[in-house]
């Protein structure tokens, strides 16, 4: 069974729409990460978060917000999308932040129109 | 910045075939160094990790040594089989104060024929 659950595996919108990308994780870790993954382009980090802090950002536009709602749950909200922001978005966990051990999702295959 | 090469997007072998996949890497930092898989439909997962420099980690066959002196961590397997079909992902982690981010290299794609 995936530890690590994101939903939904695939997403069309249009231009100007918003989206929330769920993140769930059941390996009891206390860290969890976003990276998105365009066409053509290694994966890049977003954003980390610890014990529902964020702690790091490397995400420019604020059009792009995590949300905590749980401890084990990180979703990714994107409002006014782009068709750049067509990607695949990984979420990811480890037990501490700063750990070396990443343990990545499916991922959400996301298609902007 | 820090920055991860690998330069074959594609590698196309026959089983039982000798595998390198190149990876070069540059920071100011201390590094430790990974060898992520990404099979079809799925996320990375991890291979292989090596925190210190000139060591070797090695996992289900696959070997890479964390070479300092040339900036590398080449990943080798002696014997591909169709199953290791699949993306190999170089990633590096560098920790500053603040700031804990991987930064991966753009994969190489991995085919093997039967």
């Known amino acids: 069974d995936p530890k690590i659950i994101q939903k939904p595996k695939y997403l069309v919108a249009v231009t100007g729409s918003e989206k929330i990308l769920i993140c769930e994780q059941y390996l009891g870790h206390n860290a969890m990460y976003w990276y998105r993954q365009s066409a053509k382009k290694p994966l890049e980090f977003m954003f980390s978060y610890s014990y529902q802090k964020l702690m790091d950002n490397q995400t420019a536009s604020s059009r792009f917000q995590p949300q905590s709602s749980k401890k084990n749950h990180l979703d990714l909200q994107i409002t006014a999308l782009k068709p750049d922001d067509s990607a695949t978005y990984f979420c990811a966990s480890s037990q501490e932040w700063s750990q070396n051990t990443l343990y990545f999702g499916a991922g959400t295959r996301l298609s902007v129109l | 910045g820090d920055s991860v090469i690998q330069m074959q997007g594609q590698v196309t072998l026959s089983e039982n075939d000798f595998l390198f996949i190149n990876c070069t890497y540059s920071t100011t930092g201390y590094p430790t160094l990974f060898w992520y898989v990404q099979y079809s439909g799925e996320g990375p997962q991890l291979l292989l990790q090596?925190?210190?420099?000139?060591n070797k980690g090695s996992s289900r066959g696959f070997e890479a040594t964390y070479d300092k002196g040339t900036t590398s961590f080449h990943l080798q397997k002696t014997s591909v089989q169709e199953i290791d079909s699949a993306v190999y992902y170089c990633a590096m982690r560098v920790y500053t104060e603040g700031a804990d981010r991987l930064t991966f290299g753009k994969g190489t794609q991995l085919i093997i024929q039967p």
């Open positions: 090596v925190t210190t420099a000139n």
